[in-house]
Nanobody, 125 residues
Framework: QVQLVESGGGLVQAGGSLTLACEVS????????TAWFRQTPGNEREFVAV???????SYADFVKGRFTITRDSARNTMYLQMNSLKPEDTAVYYC???????????????????WGQGTQVTVSS
């Protein structure tokens, strides 16, 4: 059974930084495409960043230059380094993983079968 567990969320002031982690167990981490999404109340889950075993990464326009996605295969863990945080970054952040993701659709949450429970990130102004 594949499990994803996020950690690292919290409260931070605008301009600050946080690093989220997502540990993947029970599956072949190396084969997964792994991604971060976020969601605010009343809104759909939106894409943040994605990466794969070949270190091909893609970011939503609103986080380019501020967030960095990485993964450590030795630890089966994916990270999201978030810098220059803004109040509008406040959301529940979810990690997702799947082996069978169509490259052109990797920004779509429906492509992913495995999800973490979410971690709250709150940025105060």
């Amino acid at each position: 059974q594949v499990q994803l567990v996020e950690s690292g969320g919290g409260l931070v002031q605008a301009g600050g930084s946080l690093t989220l982690a997502c540990e993947v167990s029970g599956g072949a981490f190396q084969r997964y495409i792994t991604a971060w999404f976020r969601q605010t109340p009343g809104n759909e889950r939106e894409f943040v960043a994605v990466t794969d075993r070949y270190r091909r990464s893609s970011y939503a326009d609103f986080v380019k230059g501020r967030f960095t996605i990485t993964r450590d295969s030795a630890r089966n863990t994916m990270y999201l380094q978030m810098n220059s945080l803004k109040p509008e970054d406040t959301a529940v952040y979810y990690c997702a993983a799947d082996e069978n993701v169509i490259l052109s659709s990797r920004r779509m949450p429906g492509q992913y079968d495995y999800w973490g429970q979410g971690t709250q990130v709150t940025v105060s102004s």
